[in-house]
């Protein structure tokens, strides 16, 4: 059975809740698996600790600045890509940033597309970007999984209306499993769509 890759590990970390609100809502809908912090101080530990792709990181908090815990997220982790993203820009932070190899720097309020566009430049100097296939499958996972939770289905419920098991259901939904064409019917006709609907915008 393919294996989807596994998500990418995305920490955001700015003062501001609601920020951190958006950014979780806006990145996991594009597949990333997001943790925020609003705590600067225990950034590096989470870091440390993490196993995470891509840092956002808030060039202005209380406790500490973003430049800051940038030289000290790099004591712990050379490799991690880091984005500054800030209300307030400057020269000097900009310039101090790049010196310690972030990969980009951007204004807030900024634009969902351009912020993408950093996502895929980072994830594609990573090796880290997606295939189509692999987007499909999570486009299609998500759709699934979006339909059964509207009609109020447990996985459980939709194993008894298709047939097929929870923890295939469950890899479908997560993307961790591509799906053939005969489990995708008893899904469409358990969820009574066509079949082609699971297929989101492709």
């Not at 790099?74 to 010196?99: E, N, W």
């Not at 509207?150 to 961790?176: C, F, H, N, P, Y």
Request: with cysteine.
């Amino acid at each position: 059975m393919a294996k989807g890759v596994p998500p990418i590990r995305v920490l955001v970390v700015d003062d501001d809740k609601a920020i951190c609100e958006f950014m979780e809502t806006f990145l996991e809908k594009d597949g990333y698996e997001v943790k925020t912090l609003s705590d600067a101080s225990v950034v590096v530990d989470t870091v440390k600790a993490g196993g995470f792709h891509l840092v956002v990181l808030d060039l202005m908090m209380p406790k500490m600045g973003g430049v800051e815990v940038l030289e000290k997220i790099r004591k712990v982790d050379s490799d991690v890509a880091v984005v500054i993203f800030t209300g307030y820009p400057s020269l000097d932070t900009a310039v101090a940033s790049m010196k310690l190899d972030a990969v980009d720097y951007l204004k807030k309020p900024f634009n969902p597309e351009e912020f993408r566009d950093v996502l895929d430049r980072v994830m594609r100097k990573k090796g880290l970007l997606r295939t189509p296939e692999e987007n499909l499958h999570r486009v299609i996972g998500e759709t699934i999984r979006g339909l059964r939770k509207d009609r109020g289905l447990t996985l459980k419920q939709m194993a008894r209306r298709t047939g097929l098991s929870v923890s295939l259901l469950s890899q479908i939904e997560r993307a961790e499993s591509s799906a053939s064409i005969s489990s995708l019917y008893k899904i469409a006709t358990a969820l009574d769509v066509r079949i082609q609907d699971l297929f989101g915008e492709y």
